[in-house]
T-cell receptor, first 110, second 111 residues
Framework: QKEVEQNSGPLSVPEGAIASLNCTYSDRGSQSFFWYRQYSGKSPELIMFIYSNGDKEDGRFTAQLNKASQYVSLLIRDSQPSDSATYLCALRGGGFKTIFGAGTRLFVKA | KAGVTQTPRYLIKTRGQQVTLSCSPISGHRSVSWYQQTPGQGLQFLFEYFSETQRNKGNFPGRFSGRQFSNSRSEMNVSTLELGDSALYLC??????????FGQGTRLTVV
């Protein structure tokens, strides 16, 4: 089992819709969770981080964490074509090591 | 505030050669970590440094090494290059929290 699992996609949503990206993880000791966005040919860009169970909202983005079920998700409201990118889920536990999922490709259709 | 700076941006090397990549973290950030990104494997953790000490190392062969200097700048070295080492090498810096900020990466091609 991979440490961080994401559906590779592509996930295709129409402009203005809600995009829902999911991630599951195996290490129950994980403490910090992150979502990065990566455009083709560019480096990952941090868009959200969450440490506690529940929801965290930042503009059009909402991160959701459920440690009991070992999943973290990212909702993008009012999706725009500019949101088309690969979204990487990452987590950090003890040991000073951040593990990344393989990423989900999102395509927002205009 | 300047971001994470990686040099060079692009590099072409021949099998068997060695290469050194450089990373200057965001000012005030003392932690630097390195990743290898390939289409097939995604982002793979190489190592992390804090105050000149390696805190953790990923599952890469000993040909991959790194170091960090007193000014927090970091270098990674790959010796005896193989074709499979062709990848985007990313450096990320942290301040006191866990949030990492990436540089633009060095695209290494081994021919």
């Amino acid at each position: 089992q991979k440490e961080v699992e994401q559906n590779s996609g592509p996930l295709s949503v129409p402009e203005g819709a809600i995009a829902s990206l999911n991630c599951t993880y195996s290490d129950r000791g994980s403490q910090s969770f992150f979502w990065y966005r990566q455009y083709s040919g560019k480096s990952p860009e941090l868009i959200m981080f969450i440490y506690s169970n529940g929801d965290k909202e930042d503009g059009r983005f909402t991160a959701q964490l459920n440690k009991a079920s070992q999943y973290v998700s990212l909702l993008i409201r009012d999706s725009q074509p500019s949101d088309s990118a690969t979204y990487l889920c990452a987590l950090r536990g003890g040991g000073f090591k951040t593990i990344f999922g393989a990423g989900t490709r999102l395509f927002v259709k205009a | 505030k300047a971001g994470v700076t990686q040099t060079p941006r692009y590099l072409i090397k021949t099998r068997g050669q060695q290469v050194t990549l450089s990373c200057s973290p965001i000012s005030g950030h003392r932690s630097v970590s390195w990743y290898q990104q390939t289409p097939g494997q995604g982002l793979q953790f190489l190592f992390e440094y804090f105050s000149e000490t390696q805190r953790n190392k990923g599952n890469f062969p000993g040909r991959f090494s790194g170091r960090q200097f007193s000014n927090s700048r970091s270098e990674m070295n790959v010796s005896t290059l193989e074709l499979g080492d062709s990848a985007l090498y990313l450096c990320a810096s942290r301040q006191t929290g866990d949030e990492a900020f990436f540089g633009q990466g060095t695209r290494l091609t081994v021919v």
